[in-house]
């Protein structure tokens, strides 16, 4: 058996992290001959749907059970539309979770057990999304725009760019990314658009613009850069486990409490909502990014697992 246990480090004598969707590692376990893979969670950090990104992580992973010290009610929900069993409550030494587990002293939860974004304000500190630039002349020189802000969003990009907020990102310059209105933050110099791989390798990264960029700038624009590369690599192993289990994660609209107020064709970068009445999901055009899961306010939309044509 596959089972998942959210962790405070990568090894079996960590410690059960308390949190599900911003826990610092996964740990995935088969229980007959305990190896294990060890996973930096990739979401600790997002500004919202932290919660469903690991759940669809975990269902990817093909996990058939979680251990978890809590789970929210997105995460929740897509375990349940996954058939993945959820433990909560869990604490102490990993490897005793796993032990207790095996002898039978768990049982499943019957719901969430706290609030949407649950652990948001303990994430670990360091530059993230929501961090200020700095002030100067980077705006213009580097502007990758990665921008995740603006409205609804997760604050400003650099060079003025305005990322995954509401619209996907209106940004000012050249270099288009993903997205609505122009993509993830538009920018001069460094942008490179999201979901497609640089032709370039670091060497070929800019080591500063002009004469202008102190070593503080050019550090936190490399650190932009490096976070927008590492989502380009989400997004490819996304798909690359979509193609080899013939399933992916797509939004689906509950018709008993949506509303047809529009707010999830408005968030949606993918452009795969239309609102008649009630909003209305197209499966292919959908890339389960969750952003409208977590933006609408009657918490009518889940991710489920479909078949897909390779």
Same mark, same amino acid.
């Given at each position: =058996?596959?089972?998942?246990?959210?962790?405070?480090?990568?090894? +079996?004598?960590?410690?059960?992290?308390?949190?599900?969707?911003?826990?610092?590692?996964?740990?995935?376990?088969?229980?007959?001959?305990?190896?294990?893979?060890?996973? #930096? /969670?990739? /979401?600790?950090?997002?500004?919202?749907?932290?919660?469903?990104?690991? $759940?669809?992580?975990?269902?990817?992973?093909?996990?058939?059970?979680?251990?978890?010290?809590?789970?929210?009610?997105? $995460?929740?929900?897509?375990?349940?539309? %996954?058939?993945?069993?959820?433990?909560?409550?869990?604490?102490?030494?990993?490897? /005793?979770?796993?032990?207790?587990?095996?002898?039978?002293?768990?049982?499943?939860?019957?719901?969430?057990?706290?609030?949407?974004?649950?652990?948001?304000?303990?994430?670990?500190?360091?530059?993230?999304?929501?961090?200020?630039?700095?002030?100067?002349?980077?705006?213009?020189?580097?502007?990758?725009?990665?921008?995740?802000?603006?409205?609804?969003?997760?604050?400003?990009?650099?060079?003025?760019?305005?990322?995954?907020?509401?619209?996907?990102?209106?940004?000012?310059?050249?270099?288009?990314?993903?997205?609505?209105?122009?993509?993830?933050?538009?920018? =001069?110099?460094?942008?490179?658009?999201?979901?497609?791989?640089?032709?370039?390798?670091?060497?070929?990264?800019?080591?500063?613009?002009?004469?202008?960029?102190?070593? #503080?700038?050019?550090?936190?624009?490399?650190?932009?850069?490096?976070?927008? +590369?590492?989502?380009?690599?989400?997004?490819?192993?996304?798909?690359?486990?979509? +193609?080899?289990?013939?399933?992916? %994660?797509?939004?689906?609209?509950?018709?008993?409490?949506?509303?047809?107020?529009?707010?999830?064709?408005?968030?949606?970068?993918?452009? %795969?909502?239309?609102? /008649?009445?009630? %909003?209305?999901?197209?499966?292919? $055009?959908?890339?389960?990014?969750?952003?409208?899961?977590? #933006?609408?306010?009657? #918490?009518?939309?889940?991710?489920?697992?479909?078949?897909?044509?390779?």
């Amino acid at each position: =058996m596959k089972i998942a246990v959210t962790s405070t480090g990568p090894s +079996l004598d960590d410690n059960v992290e308390a949190r599900f969707g911003r826990c610092p590692y996964f740990l995935i376990i088969d229980t007959e001959t305990m190896q294990y893979e060890a996973i #930096e /969670n990739p /979401n600790i950090a997002l500004g919202g749907g932290a919660g469903i990104q690991s $759940a669809q992580l975990m269902s990817e992973k093909g996990v058939t059970t979680v251990l978890t010290g809590n789970c929210g009610p997105n $995460a929740f929900n897509v375990f349940g539309q %996954a058939g993945i069993q959820v433990i909560i409550g869990v604490s102490g030494v990993v490897r /005793n979770a796993i032990e207790q587990f095996k002898a039978g002293a768990f049982s499943s939860a019957s719901g969430p057990s706290v609030a949407s974004h649950f652990g948001m304000n303990a994430a670990p500190a360091g530059p993230t999304p929501t961090e200020q630039p700095p002030t100067g002349s980077l705006g213009q020189g580097s502007a990758m725009a990665l921008g995740m802000g603006g409205g609804r969003g997760m604050g400003r990009g650099i060079g003025g760019g305005r990322g995954m907020g509401k619209g996907m990102g209106r940004g000012g310059g050249m270099g288009r990314g993903m997205g609505r209105g122009g993509g993830m933050g538009r920018g =001069m110099g460094m942008g490179t658009p999201m979901g497609v791989p640089s032709t370039g390798s670091p060497a070929d990264f800019p080591q500063g613009v002009g004469a202008e960029m102190n070593p #503080e700038q050019e550090l936190f624009a490399l650190k932009q850069q490096a976070e927008l +590369l590492e989502k380009q690599k989400q997004q490819l192993n996304r798909r690359i486990t979509q +193609l080899e289990s013939g399933r992916k %994660a797509v939004a689906v609209v509950d018709s008993g409490k949506c509303a047809g107020c529009g707010i999830c064709a408005d968030v949606c970068p993918a452009g %795969a909502i239309e609102v /008649n009445e009630q %909003a209305v999901v197209n499966d292919e $055009a959908c890339t389960g990014c969750a952003v409208c899961v977590s #933006e609408c306010p009657n #918490e009518a939309i889940i991710l489920a697992q479909k078949k897909i044509s390779k």
